[in-house]
């Protein structure tokens, strides 16, 4: 199996690599962050015409389906967002662009919930207030499917599965259980499956992505970075590598951290299909580029199913301005009081201000040392959250202000981008699993 994206955003390159030279029995897409089905439900409402899926589909296929193709590789991919089946309508036409007809796509759909988490009473898991508590503001519902009805899909004869919100690694841990015909209750092998989804779907970080640190942890030809493969046996050990002659590094460092990265508690990661035991794991460097994993354990999976809900929550009001040279930390300082006034003056009304200097405080606020070095050059950030677009505009035409009734030598840019936009609050509850059925769509090229 080799991955070929760690979110929406990610870089195409390394897919196309792996599906022309990794030798892949699956390709998986991982292209969902926790707001991206909100932002896609904002994107619809503002623009009918917007269908739905990954912005970025037809880029990726074309990148990846010569080599699919000729070496038989299936694909799986959560590319549909609030879609799927305008997503599987669209790789079948990308399919047969190539030549390539009588290929099965499978669309898998269930994950939208919206009306469903309205009727509920559970509480949101960040606050324990009710979700209802939420629900003038709901945008979207969508409950994290499993691995399952992408084994169905598979087992029925899919060469590309597309579905909507499913959890990253069971994107992964269904293509072993249809190859190994692992049962949905074989603890064992389904934590050791899903250990190596969860190491696989964050792409380049174990290849050495977000990962160096010069000089302690040096990573070669950090800009060609491959994404990994795995080879998994029928056991779930597998052997973590990457293409031959590309950058980066995979070893016993770079698997830890990806092992480690985004887990509450490595005794119990929390998937829709398993819950995984990762304390028991076992990495070892078998050769360069070349790390082995087993032991990884599994317990018995929830009765629930973790739902992440984005809701409306106001507006942001944003921009910047620029101080260098001698002096540059004392004229940023008294531009921050004259902001802080004229707001007043002008009455913003936000549910919260920040005025931060980028290179000092901006990212460790009231933890910023007090003996840091003076910069040589500050960025002011202005931010406020407020509950109307109009509120938010106030923050720019303040900020407009500084370039000529503000601090001598301040560097202003030209305001040509959007200086305010929607807020999309994520929030989560759990829903009993029997209440989100998934169901399967055909489509042929």
């Not at 959007?418 to 090229?445: H, M, N, Q």
């Amino acid at each position: 199996m080799g991955a070929g994206s760690a979110w929406w955003g990610d870089r195409i390159e390394p897919a196309r690599l792996n599906a022309e030279q990794g030798d892949l029995d699956f390709l998986c897409f991982e292209t969902m962050a926790e707001a991206t089905v909100s932002a896609a439900q904002v994107r619809k409402r503002r623009d009918p015409a917007f269908p739905g899926y990954d912005t970025y589909l037809d880029d990726r296929m074309r990148a990846v389906l010569p080599g699919c193709l000729r070496r038989g590789t299936r694909i799986v991919t959560n590319q549909g967002w609030i879609n799927p089946d305008g997503a599987a309508e669209r790789i079948v036409a990308l399919l047969r662009e190539h030549g390539a007809a009588g290929k099965k796509v499978a669309a898998v759909s269930g994950s939208l919930i919206t009306d469903l988490v309205r009727t509920l009473e559970a509480p949101i898991l960040e606050t324990g207030a009710p979700v209802g508590s939420i629900a003038t503001g709901l945008i979207s519902a969508e409950a994290y499917l499993g691995a399952e009805p992408i084994v169905a899909a598979l087992d029925a004869g899919a060469d590309i599965v597309v579905t909507g919100r499913v959890a990253d690694p069971s994107l992964f841990l269904a293509p072993l259980m249809h190859t190994y015909k692992w049962r949905a209750d074989d603890w064992g092998r389904l934590g050791q499956g899903s250990g190596i989804g969860h190491l696989l779907e964050c792409g380049a970080q174990v290849t050495g992505g977000y990962f160096a640190d010069p000089p302690f942890k040096d990573v070669p030809s950090p800009w060609d970075l491959a994404f990994p493969i795995a080879e998994v046996e029928a056991d779930g050990s597998a052997v973590l590598g990457k293409v031959a002659g590309t950058g980066g590094v995979i070893d016993r460092r770079t698997v830890a951290e990806q092992m480690l990265y985004e887990v509450h508690d490595p005794a119990n990661y929390i998937t829709p299909d398993v819950v995984v035991d990762f304390a028991t794991a076992v990495v070892e460097e078998i050769a360069p580029d070349r790390v082995r994993v087993h032991g990884i354990g599994g317990k018995p999976r929830t009765p629930t199913l973790k739902v992440s809900m984005g809701c409306m929550e106001g507006f942001i009001g944003e921009d910047m301005f620029f101080y260098a040279g001698p002096g540059a930390l004392r004229r940023a300082q008294l531009a921050k009081r004259i902001l802080e006034e004229r707001f007043r003056i002008v009455g913003l009304d936000a549910a919260d201000l920040r005025i931060d200097f980028l290179g000092l405080n901006a990212i460790h606020g009231a933890a910023t040392p007090a003996d840091a070095p003076e910069p040589y050059e500050v960025a002011v950030r202005v931010a406020a959250r407020t509950n109307s677009r109009d509120e938010a505009l106030k923050v720019g035409r303040e900020v407009d202000g500084m370039a000529v009734s503000g601090v001598g030598m301040t560097g202003k840019r030209v305001p040509h981008q959007d200086r305010s936009r929607e807020i999309i609050g994520v929030w989560s509850t759990l829903v009993p699993r029997e209440r989100v059925p998934a169901a399967i769509t055909w489509y042929e090229s």
